[in-house]
């Protein structure tokens, strides 16, 4: 029996780094899955279905939920569901090598090679003291950010449950996955300015990504940031106030939105924790369901750009987004080099870049004409929850309780595939061999 488990191991570990991380990945969703089927893990019956559902949107730190998490977990179901997103947000093999260090044992080539793929990095030095340094950052951050979320839910709940509360949102919130334990989501905290400021600031800071983080607290100066780091603080900066702006310009007169609330303060803070939500998290303080088609447009394009590269969040990623950008510009001005903040992108870089847009589009419109075919007459929701899955962002137009088992599934394997990337798993099957020949060039027709 050992013999056979180990000829096994053996096997599943030679599968090429990405299967390999993927299979991981299966493996925590079954775990999670059967944890919150146990029967003090629920408050309400469950399905299989709702729990591998529930599993697979937490370990991919998504957030859209077919059951309502407050009333259908326990405390212990509830515990589960935040320690996959935990898991997922900051990665399966970084939790792996970070106990490997704790412990004393060596991470080994291979393993550096799962968590490079992991951590979607070419090349990583030193990697015990880049995890150390990722969780210690990440959890100096969650600490910070629960704490003064207690402020708010403390004296709102009592102690335990406002304590329980904030470390709720405040681990979902960096995570980028917007499960709440509160029906209505946190509705209720429309005008507060705690939840305002804090929420926002841990998905904004989980979303823009690792290695970001890394320049930002020890290089500290613009002359020794990464090319990748100004990319993705320039584009960040830019969107933000972009999407804000938006949301209030389209929902400001709308009475099941920003219409509805009493005063300017309250239109202003919904306008923005709603209007940096759907890049990243999936949170609301309104009623997504009540916003106009125009809005829900600006939005699926949010969710799809998403955040930044080994990060928590989702989406083609803020740094891709820019350079397609630039590469278009510089095709219509005929330019031969794509550059920025004075360095070069190398033509393997829009090419990568190019593969990626064109695959998500080709999985983004895959899964809406799956969803179509069994729930057909909701078009704008179904494209909504697709766009939410892969860039695995959470919103819902409240369409994700209304899924049959087949819509489940389209949406978990999406949300799946958003969280690992487009490329991932095509890489891994695609061959490494370079083409020996040269084949003579023409000219096409195009455009």
Same mark, same amino acid.
């Given at each position: ?34 944890? #919150? #089927? ?5 408050? #309400? ?21 077919? $059951? ?111 499960? %709440? ?30 290695? $970001? ?57 919904? %306008? ?38 080994? %990060? ?47 695959? %998500?589009? $080709? ?85």
């Amino acid at each position: 029996m050992k013999t056979a488990v180990k000829g096994w191991t053996a096997r599943f570990l030679s599968l090429p780094p990405p299967l390999v991380v993927a299979g991981i990945y299966i493996a925590t969703i079954t775990m999670g899955a059967s944890l #919150m #089927m146990l029967p003090m893990a629920q408050a #309400m019956p469950m399905r299989w279905s709702d729990a591998f559902f529930m599993a697979t949107s937490a370990v991919t730190v998504t957030g859209l939920a077919v $059951v309502d998490v407050g009333s259908h977990l326990s405390l212990l179901g509830q515990a589960v569901l935040v320690t996959l997103v935990q898991l997922g947000g900051l990665g399966l093999m970084t939790f792996a090598v970070l106990i490997l260090e704790i412990v004393g044992r060596p991470v080994g080539l291979m393993g550096e090679a799962y968590l490079r793929e992991d951590l979607k990095q070419n090349a990583l030095w030193r990697v015990g003291r880049l995890v150390r340094r990722i969780a210690v950052v990440v959890f100096a951050i969650e600490a910070v950010g629960i704490a003064i979320l207690c402020l708010s839910f403390i004296p709102d709940l009592g102690f335990w449950p406002g304590l329980w509360a904030a470390i709720f949102h405040g681990i979902g919130a960096f995570n980028n996955a917007g499960f %709440s334990i509160f029906r209505t989501g946190l509705m209720e905290y429309v005008a507060d300015p705690i939840v305002n400021l804090v929420i926002p600031a841990l998905f904004i800071t989980g979303g823009i990504g690792y290695f $970001v983080l890394h320049d930002l607290i020890y290089k500290r100066r613009w002359r020794y940031w990464s090319l990748n780091t100004r990319i993705m603080l320039a584009g960040t900066a830019v969107l933000i106030p972009w999407s804000v702006l938006m949301f209030a310009a389209l929902e400001w007169t709308n009475p099941a939105t920003l219409g509805g609330l009493d005063g300017i303060w309250p239109r202003i803070a919904a %306008s923005w924790f709603q209007g940096v939500t759907p890049r990243t998290a999936g949170f609301n303080t309104l009623d997504i369901s009540g916003i106009h088609d125009s809005t829900a447009m600006l939005f699926i394009s949010l969710m799809l750009i998403g955040g930044g590269a080994t %990060s928590t969040a989702g989406g083609i990623k803020v740094t891709t987004f820019v350079v397609m950008i630039l590469a278009t510009i510089a095709f219509f001005r005929r330019q031969t080099q794509l550059h920025i903040f004075g360095r070069g992108i190398g033509p393997d870089e829009v090419l990568k870049v190019m593969a990626i847009v064109a695959v %998500s589009l $080709v999985l983004v419109f895959c899964g809406m004409f799956l969803l179509s075919l069994s729930h057909d007459g909701h078009f704008l929701d179904i494209a909504f929850e697709v766009a939410s899955a892969f860039s695995t962002t959470g919103l819902s137009r409240n369409y994700t309780p209304e899924l049959n088992d087949f819509g489940r599934c389209v949406i978990m394997v999406i949300m799946f595939i958003g969280r690992l990337g487009p490329l991932t798993l095509g890489f891994s099957l695609a061959t490494q061999l370079s083409p020996r020949v040269r084949y003579p060039q023409e000219r096409i027709h195009i455009g």
